[in-house]
């Protein structure tokens, strides 16, 4: 097993009572838009879902003026020839430009930010699946290739929170151990920090940077998380009620034959 260094950010949305935070959404939406998507895409996501309640919540005339700053190709006109028109918001975000891009609709939810110990999974009980972690980690993991590389020419960028990529074998021990966390990625560091400008002041560190887009594709992998922790939370609640009433109403039945 690949080891990796994840770190466990306090996002906004964890635990049964967490929420989204709306301005942070809306500045991973520019980061995403600004950096990520020359490569990857968003396929998945409609650019209406921009105004939906729990999510970036832009009003509607923004989320409309969003979706036709982009082009799609709409095989319908022309008598079927086809031509590009303007996005209307039922139109999908575009597909990854880049072949060996992924595309991140559901990355959050497809990779997992903790594990173990010891292949048990009792880490994603205690600190969550970790998803967003996982991307965030992996904007800031970035290192120099370390020395026992320094000969291997390898492809890509060493990131210690990668664990799908190349490894060396000059960085494996006799035992068969990775001497060094992570792997080779073949995606070149994309956020360094002051990367993009945010309207609402909000700091630009490639720490705070790499959590928004994080968040952001949170949100893209999990858009209804709020509806989904209201109903829990309703279903629970009501749940507690309801024990308390048979509770209740158990001993009312039984008093007369004690
Ligand atoms: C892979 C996020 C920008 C090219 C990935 C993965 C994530 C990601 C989560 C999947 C890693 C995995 O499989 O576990 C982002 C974010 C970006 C960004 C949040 C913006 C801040 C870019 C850009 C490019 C790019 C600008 C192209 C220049 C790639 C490629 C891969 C990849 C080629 C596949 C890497 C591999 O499997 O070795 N990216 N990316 N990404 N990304 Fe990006």
């Not at 990625?185 to 920090?193: D, K, R």
Request: with cysteine.
């Amino acid at each position: 097993e690949v080891e990796t260094e994840i770190e466990d950010y306090a996002f906004s949305f964890e635990g049964p009572f967490g929420s989204f935070d709306q301005m942070q959404l809306q500045r991973g939406l520019q980061v995403y838009t600004e950096i990520c998507s020359a490569c990857h895409g968003l396929e998945l996501v409609a650019f209406r879902n921009l105004h939906d309640e729990g999510g970036p919540g832009l009003p509607e005339d923004q989320m409309r003026a969003y979706a036709e700053f982009y082009e799609v190709f709409d095989q319908s006109l022309f008598d079927g020839e086809g031509d590009f028109r303007p996005a209307t918001p039922a139109d999908k975000f575009p597909s990854s430009s880049l072949s060996n891009a992924p595309d991140l609709s559901l990355m959050a939810k497809a990779r997992a930010g903790f594990h173990g110990p010891a292949g048990t999974g009792i880490n994603q009980l205690v600190k969550g699946m970790g998803g967003a972690e996982y991307i965030a980690s992996l904007m800031t993991g970035y290192h120099e290739e370390p020395e026992c590389a320094a000969d291997a020419n390898m492809d890509g960028q060493y990131n210690v929170a990668f664990a799908a990529g190349g490894f060396p074998a000059s960085c494996i021990d006799e035992h068969g151990h990775h001497m060094v966390p992570g792997s080779w990625i073949s995606m070149s560091q994309p956020l360094y920090g002051d990367d993009v400008e945010y309207a609402d002041g909000h700091s630009t560190d490639l720490e705070h940077v790499a959590q928004d887009v994080a968040a952001f594709l949170m949100w893209t992998a999990e858009p209804k998380m709020m509806a989904r922790k209201q109903a829990g939370l309703t279903g629970v609640l009501f749940l507690t009620v309801l024990t308390v009433l048979l509770y209740l109403t158990n001993k009312r039945l039984w008093a007369p034959h004690k």
